[in-house]
Nanobody
Framework: QVQLIESGGGLVQAGGSLRLSCAAS????????MGWFRQAPGKEREFVAA????????YYADSVKGRFTISRDNPKNALYLQMSSLKPEDTALYFC????????????????WGQGTQVTVSS
């Protein structure tokens, strides 16, 4: 099991940028494929992006492709999500999660989750 804590959320205007971080502890971080998901009020939790064990491969939802960048720093046990050109529809609670399956956009494949960090984009 890996423990995950997200940070970096906040309020930003449309067109702005934010960088989310996820700190991992517990089992060795490079053992896991990491992903970001988000959940808006009244909606299902949806996949945003995933990154392979070494960071060499990435996978994005169509809705964020070209605007968001997922990355990881294994020596620091850290996962990141750089978000640019933010839109009001990006407003959601953002979660990092861990799995051993790559690539996977399915919530059910992810075993460990953080508590989330709120991102609000104003128009």
């Amino acid at each position: 099991q890996v423990q995950l804590i997200e940070s970096g959320g906040g309020l930003v205007q449309a067109g702005g940028s934010l960088r989310l971080s996820c700190a991992a502890s517990g089992r060795p971080f490079p053992s896991y494929v990491m992903g970001w998901f988000r959940q808006a009020p009244g909606k299902e939790r949806e996949f945003v992006a995933a990154i392979s064990w070494t960071g060499g491969r990435t996978y994005y939802a169509d809705s964020v492709k070209g605007r968001f960048t997922i990355s990881r720093d294994n020596p620091k046990n850290a996962l990141y999500l750089q978000m640019s050109s933010l839109k009001p529809e990006d407003t959601a609670l953002y979660f990092c999660a861990a799995t051993t399956i790559y690539p996977s956009s399915h919530r059910e494949d992810y075993d460990d989750w953080g508590q989330g960090t709120q991102v609000t984009v104003s128009s």
